[in-house]
């Protein structure tokens, strides 16, 4: 045993605890595709832990936190490893700390309906427990048979059915939790005090360790409507989704897939129904894949142009309706049908739809294949309000373009925006591979397009990611995302986490990004008006496109209201009497707007600028969700000024002829007031900005 091994032990005869070098090597990394090019080049676990430790109890946990920080060692939580931005990457003097066997359901309460479960369950499991009584969390990720809670929340996760339950921090009421002072939490959700939840989900890792999570339920969907659509051009596509979660319609599942995309889609449900999918061994294949990926300008070129989109068949969009009530899944596919249709949108029928719900898990686990025949495949989620949508699908095509080939489709919809998932194969640029030999080009061919579409995306107003998190492999990227922000999350780590013990090096980058271009651009798409569809006065902007309206924090809640209504809009809030400011009236927790919790889809705030409390400016531009890293608006709305000033929001507006929304009734004290230990949190947070 080595020492780091020995000293756990001894500490802790009790707890299962490992060194062998099978355990390190298979805890050495997560499912970063980067980290399987090294394997193919012949470094399979560069950076194994030094130990393992599997506690199954808070109390384990906290008295692991206790010894690791008197010793200044550091650990790294780890769920299931299924994370793919490198969260997960150790070193020699690091423990990890598997949470797997605390995977109990504590309790499960069908009046209200929550489930408090612990952080280790995985997912799969959860759902059949869930089923057995009648209920869905609702959250499916296509990574649901290798993740956990803790993975989902720590990472801000999204389900396929986001369309109906929201991501799963629309699922979060309350979590229990250990700091990096070994302190044990209990934090809730609440309206009109800060809450501390959603700075928790998302911190991947590094603020506390997740020991358990209360969720909301909703019933188990006893039927389901079916549709797809043929569109000629994706933006036809995304218009129609457009429409349908702004006019109030829900679908679980939308999923729109550009011309390429949709004809791969429809080959690997051909290959489903007629044989199983058998991986191909290297050979005439995979000449012909490296052949291809060699010039994926050219390809690209040809793949995109409107002519031969329309030869592949167009773009395809998919939904599927479901609910605990036989009655709405029909009305709602035949909704969905006026609105396609419209929008030039040609009925398919159900099948598609019914035939991806089938396999809806499959797709996601045929990279194996592409990375053994030389080349390398891997995605990129990233969401943008729809004003900005079609400005991050060009950027993002443009940028990776001269690299890799790629594909989109659009998922997770909501009524403000949406998330683009970039699916995209390379392989060695020519050029590098006289140089630097295949796998070195390899990896610098990898790096340089990841490079640029991140780059891309911030340049066009989308988010760093909207559902995988940041871990090592986007940290860079985040000053050009968040600007002062990020000094706003290493000041909540070091609340948190005062010894910088929990997985140190994941989220915020190590040395600040030189990329000043890519700061200035931030600022900019905070900045400037949606482009074709934005009306304006002075104190009031409003992006129609996305139902959202920027507004001064200074401004009259009720004049603001007033201008709204003149463009058919409105806050749809009950008006507190006399005169308020937008900014007050978010301080103290919106009083009076509807409660988030009866549609998990819509949000509130979209984005804010604020001046904290030593007068630095931090800007949080408009997207739809985004997952780089706690949720800095939930500083501000609820938090009565203690953190800084809100200067400018932008907050989501409805139309006025359009019925909101409402899921199934859900019971839960929206608003208790915080405990000792979030009030300690708390002070240190403030004490810390
Ligand atoms: C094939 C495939 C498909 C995927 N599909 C999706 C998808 O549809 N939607 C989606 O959102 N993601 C998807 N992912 C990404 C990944 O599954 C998610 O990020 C998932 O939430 C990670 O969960 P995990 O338990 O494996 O966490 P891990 O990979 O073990 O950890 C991820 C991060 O969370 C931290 N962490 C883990 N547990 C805790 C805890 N208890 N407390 C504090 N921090 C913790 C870790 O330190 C690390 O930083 C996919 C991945 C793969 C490989």
Known sequence: MNPLARDLSVAFPKLRARDDAADRVAYARDMWPRHHLAVRAGHPAEHRPGAIVWPTSTDDVARLVR????????????GAGSGVCAGVLPRGDVVIVD????????????????????????????????????????????SILCSTVGGWVATRSAGQCSGAYGKIEDMVVALECVTGCGDVVALARRTSAPDLV?????????????????????????????????FPTTRHGWDSVRAMFQEGLRPAVARLYDPFDAMLARHAGARAGTSPARPRAPGMGGAALRAILRRPGA??????????????????????????????PPLAVDRARTICESRRGSWLGEAPARGWLERRYSVSYRQAPIFANGAFVDTMEVAARWSKLGDLYEGVRRALGPDVVVTAHFSHAYPDGCCIYFSFAGSASPELVAKIGWDAACEATYDRAWRSALGAAIEAGGTLSHHHGVGRSKAPRLPAALGAGVDVVRALMRAFDPGGILNPGALVPTTMSTSTSMSTSTSTS?????????????????????????????TDLSDAEGWLNEAGLTL???????????????????????????DPVDQLVAGLDATLADGRSLSLHPAPRRAVGPDLTALFVGGHGRFGRIDAVWLRVHRRDVLRPTAPPFVRDRDPAPNAGERALLDAIARGL
């Not at 010894?67 to 780890?78: I, Q």
């Not at 506390?208 to 549709?227: E, K």
């Not at 031969?308 to 009530?325: C, H, I, K, P, Q």
């Open 67 to 78: 010894w690791a920080r008197s010793r200044g060692v550091a650990l790294v939580p780890f």
């Open 299 to 328: 390809i690209n070129e040809l793949l995109h142009s409107n002519v031969v989109g329309r030869a592949l068949g167009g773009a395809t969009l998919l939904v599927v309706f479901e609910s605990a009530d036989a009655s709405m």
């Open 572 to 598: 749809d809030l009950s008006l507190p009497s006399g005169p308020l400011t937008v900014a007050a009236w978010l301080g103290r927790g919106a009083p009076g707007a509807r409660d988030r919790l009866l």
């Open 99 to 142: 949470l797997k066997r605390m995977g109990r359901i504590r309790t499960l309460d069908p009046r209200t309906p929550l489930v408090e479960v612990e952080a280790g369950h995985m997912g799969v499991p959860l759902e059949r427990a869930l089923g057995r009584s009648g209920f869905t969390l609702g959250h499916f990720p296509s």
């Open 198 to 230: 959603p700075l928790v989900v998302g911190s991947e890792g590094t603020m506390a360790i997740v020991t358990s999570a209360t969720l909301r339920l909703h019933p188990a969907p006893t039927s389901r409507g079916f549709g797809a659509w043929s």
């Open 526 to 554: 905070t900045s400037t008006p949606a482009s074709t569809n934005a009306s304006t006065n002075a104190n009031l902007l409003i992006d129609r496109e996305s139902l959202l309206a920027r507004m001064d924090g200074m």
